[in-house]
């Protein structure tokens, strides 16, 4: 299959919103990203996000704390080797904040070699949840996407209504129940979004 193709402009970014600037991320960018893990982990009371069944460690684990930092540590690496790859399997793009450069989430696409299609997970900083910046971000870079490709999947925990009311709002057509899904053995409701039926404003 062919690869993704993604763009840096002459301001070192992938795409521009009103409200958010969508860009690699950067060794510098780590504590961010470690410390937005933990934000979201902390908020979360639903199922674990596609990126973060990377890192996740059972609560139970008594070296917890480590080897989740161990953990992403090691996929924070790999998104960065990944961009020097030219033909990568995930494909990173970090949000940030327009008005103060803070990174405030991500989208991830990885192509599943296996299943020979694209699987899309994305994160949001809790702070910036319910105004729209998720959907922002996430219609921006499909909106590329689809000039490339014509369809991708995305699961989603069948207890979380936000994620699941953003998939539908985005075009996602339910595809199957995963009562034992690969993202720890948690339930998902699973999703495919192809470019006709893809959200267009």
Do not use: W
Request: include cysteine.
């Amino acid at each position: 299959m062919k690869k993704l193709i993604l763009k840096v402009d002459n301001k070192g970014n992938y795409f521009e919103t009103e409200r958010l600037l969508l860009k690699p991320i950067t060794s510098e960018d780590f504590n961010s990203f470690y410390a937005l893990s933990k934000e979201i982990e902390k908020a979360s009371d639903v199922g674990i996000c596609m990126t973060f069944f990377y890192f996740y460690v059972p609560k139970n684990n008594i070296n917890r704390e480590k080897e989740q930092f161990q953990n992403v540590k090691k996929y924070f690496d790999r998104i960065l080797k990944e961009y020097e790859l030219e033909n990568p399997l995930l494909y990173f793009v970090g949000i940030f904040d327009k008005s103060s450069n803070k990174f405030i989430g991500g989208i991830d696409i990885e192509f599943m070699k296996e299943k020979q299609h694209f699987d899309l997970g994305y994160f949001l900083s809790p702070s910036f949840q319910r105004k729209g910046l998720g959907f922002e971000a996430v219609t921006t870079f499909l909106k590329h996407f689809f000039e490339q490709f014509d369809e991708f999947v995305a699961t989603v925990h069948p207890e979380n209504m936000a994620s699941k009311r953003m998939i539908e709002k985005l075009g996602g057509i339910f595809v199957e129940n995963q009562k034992n899904s690969i993202y720890g053995g948690e339930p998902r409701l699973l999703y495919k979004i192809t470019k006709n039926n893809f959200y267009i404003d």
